[in-house]
């Protein structure tokens, strides 16, 4: 079993439309979590921390289930600029090393 | 304009040929990572640097092989590679490696390389 699993997708939606990714992860005693953003031919970079209370950044929410060991990410009111590989990340249990997932490809049409 | 430098960022090279990638970092972290991106697969850690120190090595095999000199540069060296071997490496960095770190990543723009 991988250690973090993600429906790689594409996603495709329209502007304006919300979605939703998920996550899950094998190690129970990871610590921390997180959603990167890689666009098409760059470098991965931090989106948002993902803390056990749920967090909102504008129009993003991260939640955390560790119960069921599940990370999602809900993007609202979409627009083009969200066209994005998203990147499922967690420690390595309590090493602090970080494991990516697949990721998920997220398009959104005009 | 990224904190963390590669060159070069694009490499086409034989399996005969040795090569190194170069990484240098200006934001004043302790640790240095090199990642490997294949398609459709996820981000592999091949190495760790943690104050110049090689912390992690993920049993990459011996044709890389890494260097760190000090705590703002780092190397892979590159030799008889095999075609599976092409890829986009990236290098990274954060302030610190392990337990307590933010769990952010500054990534470079990645060296694209194809083994023929």
């Known amino acids: 079993r991988k250690e973090v699993e993600q429906d790689p997708g594409p996603f495709n939606v329209p502007e304006g439309a919300t979605v939703a990714f998920n996550c899950t992860y094998s190690?129970?005693?990871?610590?921390?979590f997180f959603w990167y953003r890689q666009d098409c031919r760059k470098e991965p970079k931090l989106l948002m921390s993902?803390?056990?209370s749920g967090n909102e950044d504008g129009r993003f929410t991260a939640q955390l289930n560790r119960a069921s060991q599940y990370i999602s990410l809900l993007i609202r009111d979409s627009k083009l600029s969200d066209s994005a590989t998203y990147l499922c990340v967690v420690t390595s249990g309590n090493t602090g090393k970080l494991i990516f997932g697949q990721g998920t490809t997220l398009q959104v049409k005009p | 304009e990224t904190g963390v430098t590669q060159t070069p960022r694009h490499l086409v090279m034989g399996m005969t040929n040795k090569k190194s990638l170069k990484c240098e970092q200006h934001l004043g972290h302790n640790a240095m990572y090199w990642y490997k991106q294949s398609a459709k697969k996820p981000l592999e850690l091949m190495f760790v640097?943690?104050?110049?120190?090689?912390?992690e090595n993920n049993s990459v095999p011996s044709r890389f092989s890494p260097e760190c000199p000090n705590s703002s540069h780092l190397f892979l060296h590159l030799h008889t590679l095999q075609p599976e071997d092409s890829a986009l490496y990236l290098c990274a960095s954060s302030r610190r490696f392990g337990t307590g770190g933010t769990g952010e990543l500054f990534f470079g723009e990645g060296s694209r390389l194809t083994v023929l």
């Open positions: 640097y943690s104050l110049e120190e090689r912390v």
């Open positions: 190690n129970s005693a990871s610590q921390s």
């Open positions: 993902v803390y056990s």
